[in-house]
């Protein structure tokens, strides 16, 4: 969803993936602060 409103905004998609990466990353960790830090860490995480 981030990347359909955001990608034609900018012109950009690969931006707009990222972000959509850390939105979901931080809805998943509660939308708290050290969330946005621990849900990028536990999305990348192999």
């Known amino acids: 969803m981030v990347l359909d409103g955001i990608s034609p905004a900018t012109r950009q998609a690969i931006p707009s993936?990222?972000?959509?990466?850390?939105?979901?990353?931080w809805f998943t960790c509660g939308m708290s602060v050290p969330g946005i830090?621990?849900?990028?860490?536990?999305?990348?995480?192999?």
């Open 17 to 25: 993936l990222f972000l959509g990466v850390v939105l979901g990353a």
């Open 37 to 46: 830090w621990s849900g990028l860490l536990d999305t990348i995480q192999i």
